[in-house]
Nanobody, 119 residues
Framework: QVQLVESGGGLVQPGGSLRLSCAAS????????MGWYRQDPGKERELVAT???????NYGDSVKGRFTVSRDNSKSTVYLQMNSVKPEDTATYYC?????????????WGQGTQVTVSS
């Protein structure tokens, strides 16, 4: 079984910065794409950023130029550096990873970490 454990959420003032981390553990032969999504109550989950195994990135329009996704393959960890945060960035942030196992490739989600942007 594979687990994704997120950390780094919390309260941050508008214009501030926050860094999220997500580490994958378990029986892992490889990890394809990793990334972050976010969701507000009553809304659909939306893309924040993804990063491929070779480092190619994709960002949601609302975070381009402010957020940066990166990964450390040796640690099976993905990061999200959030700069110039806005109140509308408030949401639960979920880590996602496409994990290659011995017999299959599966999509995994973390439990979510709350980010609140408020003065």
């Amino acid at each position: 079984q594979v687990q994704l454990v997120e950390s780094g959420g919390g309260l941050v003032q508008p214009g501030g910065s926050l860094r999220l981390s997500c580490a994958a553990s378990g029986i892992i032969f490889g990890i394809d794409a990793m990334g972050w999504y976010r969701q507000d109550p009553g809304k659909e989950r939306e893309l924040v950023a993804t990063i491929g195994s070779a480092g190619s990135t994709n960002y949601g329009d609302s975070v381009k130029g402010r957020f940066t996704v990166s990964r450390d393959n040796s640690k099976s960890t993905v990061y999200l550096q959030m700069n110039s945060v806005k109140p509308e960035d408030t949401a639960t942030y979920y880590c996602n990873a496409i994990v290659i196992g011995r017999y299959s490739t599966r999509n995994y989600w973390g439990q979510g970490t709350q980010v609140t942007v408020s003065s």
